[in-house]
């Protein structure tokens, strides 16, 4: 439900909201345990009242997939997302799969790198399903060059593996 609601006093805004965090109220459990306290304006000890909170990262994963999603899976925000590029290699290019993957690592990039012997479309639409921000494909089709595909785009670039590594730093 949302939109607006009367009350009493005014309007509330009704909107979704997803919860990742929690506050736990202590009281003076721990406190009193531990003696540790605090003096009031009388010159009394007293205990200390405490809280504490916490943020689940499981819920915090589960949220971005709800809020980043489209029909073809997850889009990572780049600043979370576990990979920064999903490289996928394709039949006949193993060798200069590897020089790129090694060159990517070198560079401090975090890699996902599909080297399973499965059909491109099957590569394509799992890359698309697990949402690291941005795909390379190196295959016999691209050459020297390296494909570049961002995951919230639906063009793709050919170009070089420095450039890559530049667009990526």
């Known amino acids: 439900m949302e939109g607006n609601l009367e009350d009493q006093q005014g309007k509330y805004e009704v909107f979704r909201a997803a919860e990742v965090g929690n506050i736990f109220p202590l009281g003076t459990k721990f406190t009193k345990a531990f003696n540790y306290t605090y003096t009031d304006e009388q ?4 205990p200390i009242y405490m809280g504490c909170y916490g943020i689940g990262t499981s819920r915090v994963m589960g949220v971005l997939v709800e809020k980043f999603h489209d029909d073809r899976g997850i889009i990572w925000p780049e600043a979370v997302a576990p990979f920064q590029v999903h490289l996928i290699s394709l039949p006949g290019v193993e060798e200069r799969a590897r020089e790129v993957y090694d060159h990517l690592q070198n560079a401090g990039i975090e890699v ?7 059909a ?3 590569k394509f639409a799992d890359a698309d ?41």
């Open 112 to 118: 996902l790198w599909d080297d399973r012997e499965e």
């Open 129 to 169: 399903l697990i949402g690291v921000p941005v795909r390379l494909v190196v295959s016999q089709k691209t050459g020297d060059q390296i494909e570049w595909k961002k995951r919230t785009e639906t063009s793709t670039d050919l170009i070089s593996l420095d450039e890559v590594t530049s667009r990526l730093s």
């Open 120 to 122: 491109a479309g099957v």
């Open 43 to 46: 010159g009394t000890e007293q």
